[in-house]
Nanobody
Framework: QVQLVESGGGLVQAGGSLRLSCAAS????????MGWYRQAPGKQRELVAT???????NYAGSVKGRFTISRDNAKNTVYLQMNSLKPEDTAVYYC???????WGPGDCWGQGTQVTVSS
């Protein structure tokens, strides 16, 4: 079993900042990539940012320059620093990890954390 536990969501005014954290635990032999996705009401889940084990990062165009993804590989934890938040950033944010388990690879998701940006 692998668990992803997210924290750091909440309510913030436009222009404010939040930092999300996601810690992976359980039967993990390694993690290839970790990332954040989000889903707004009535919309499909979309990629926000990803980080590979080699340090490469990828961002959605809508968050480039405002959000920063980082990882602490020793702690199997990924962070998302969100600055200059906009009302359109309001969504449930989900952590994702492509993990290596003793019995094979797995695509794991957290339970989601709500981010609400008021105008």
């Amino acid at each position: 079993q692998v668990q992803l536990v997210e924290s750091g969501g909440g309510l913030v005014q436009a222009g404010g900042s939040l930092r999300l954290s996601c810690a992976a635990s359980g039967s993990i032999a390694g993690i290839n990539a970790m990332g954040w996705y989000r889903q707004a009401p009535g919309k499909q889940r979309e990629l926000v940012a990803t980080s590979t084990s080699s340090g490469s990062t990828n961002y959605a165009g809508s968050v480039k320059g405002r959000f920063t993804i980082s990882r602490d590989n020793a702690k199997n934890t990924v962070y998302l620093q969100m600055n200059s938040l906009k009302p359109e950033d309001t969504a449930v944010y989900y952590c994702n990890a492509l993990v290596i388990r003793p019995w094979g690879p797995g695509d794991c998701w957290g339970q989601g954390t709500q981010v609400t940006v008021s105008s």
